[in-house]
């Protein structure tokens, strides 16, 4: 069976996902390996998401070691499973989003695929978001179709969501196409805030949120943002959702404990996704959540208590580890890619039809 694997580095950029999968009718996942960002290089790609000096050739430069992390891990996994490169048919790379403005017509990932085939010997496909944003598209989300085929039941209507940076969801319900699209920040706005008012990169279990009270006022405040009030397809990321959109807004109100601003964000987190889900398709029998977000008890707590009539679960329950759900996603990105067939979705990034996604890069 074709063996593939997938890198991917969120915008929370915590560190590196890498997951091996074998890939026939199905979707297994055989290994998987995580590998921390280095400060310096976190500190970097942040920095690449605003506007600011010599953009050009500090992209250049991070992006070179993106890859060397990438490769690194990559090797490493393979060395565990004792593999050798020449058991992978290919690298499904997300690379690292440093700008995404679909309105303007580009989304930017960094990550040199052509160095990354170099240094492993593999081929490497990557760049799967520009012909979907040349068509027309948002160029995100593209883990729906990939949430349709391992996750997708003809009885029951479902909800997916990914709560990573940012948050997305997909839809599926029996006999129709899939829908899908970002409801807002996912964990951005409580990782920033906790890291500048406690120096800890996030709030573990979402127990600093749960110390707090939510704030009716802050909410209403950040909930009146026009995204929140537009319907997909959309996409979002830091360019809209940072600390300087929450620090405009709190400095048009009263001062809050810093623990209480926190668990307004995790009831924006919450709310706002909720408000999206049950807008586009009510309350689904099941909710299955990944990435970051399903570990913070507290937010999937409060997911359930507002939606009373869903089953609210990590993907966990349905036999896929909710971390490694974006990393397998990209790797059977490539294969679909390799195989010629159409990933993207218009139902959910309004491209308009469906393209075969990703550029490929030979070994």
Not at 213 to 222: K, S, T
Not at 249 to 259: D, G, I, N, T, V
């Amino acid at each position: 069976m074709p063996l593939y694997l997938g890198v991917m580095s969120g915008t929370s950029l915590d560190g590196m996902d890498i997951a091996l999968i074998e890939q026939s009718d199905t979707t297994r996942l055989l290994a998987t390996h995580f590998l921390p960002m280095p400060d310096a290089l976190r500190a970097e790609l942040l920095e690449l998401c605003a506007p600011g000096p010599d953009e050009l050739a500090r992209a250049a430069v991070a992006e070179q070691r993106w890859v060397a992390l990438a490769a690194q891990g990559i090797g490493a996994l393979l060395d565990q499973q004792k593999l050798t490169a020449e058991a992978i048919r290919a690298i499904g790379s997300h690379g690292q989003t440093v700008r995404h403005e679909p309105a303007r017509g580009f989304s930017i990932q960094i990550g040199n695929p052509a160095l990354l085939a170099e240094l492993t010997g593999i081929c490497v496909v990557g760049d799967f978001r520009r012909r979907d944003v040349a068509a027309g598209g948002q160029g995100a989300p593209l883990v729906p179709a990939f949430h349709e085929a391992l996750f997708g039941a003809p009885d029951s209507h479902r909800a997916v969501l990914n709560i990573g940076g940012f948050s997305n969801l997909s839809l599926l319900q029996p006999g129709q196409a899939v829908r899908g699209f970002d409801c807002g920040p996912g964990n951005v706005l409580m990782d920033a805030w906790i890291q500048r008012h406690r120096g800890v990169s996030y709030d573990h279990d979402g127990s600093w949120a749960a110390s707090g009270h939510v704030q009716p006022v802050l909410l209403q405040a950040l909930l009146s943002d026009p995204f929140f009030a537009t319907q997909g397809p959309k996409s979002t990321g830091r360019e809209l959702f940072n600390l300087a959109w929450l620090d405009d807004r709190l400095s048009q109100l009263p001062r809050f404990a810093a623990q209480d601003v926190q668990a307004t964000l995790l009831e924006l987190t919450a709310t706002s996704t909720v408000s999206a889900l049950t807008g586009a398709m009510g309350q689904p029998e099941q909710l299955l959540v990944c990435g970051g977000g399903a570990h913070n008890h507290r937010l999937m707590t409060r997911l359930a208590e507002l939606l009373p009539d869903s089953v609210v679960s990590s993907t966990e329950a349905h036999g896929v580890p909710a971390d490694w759900v974006e990393a397998m996603a990209f790797a059977w990105l490539a294969h679909c890619c390799l195989q010629g067939v159409p990933a993207n979705r218009p139902s959910v990034t309004g491209a308009r039809g469906l393209r075969v996604l990703g550029a490929i890069y030979p070994a």
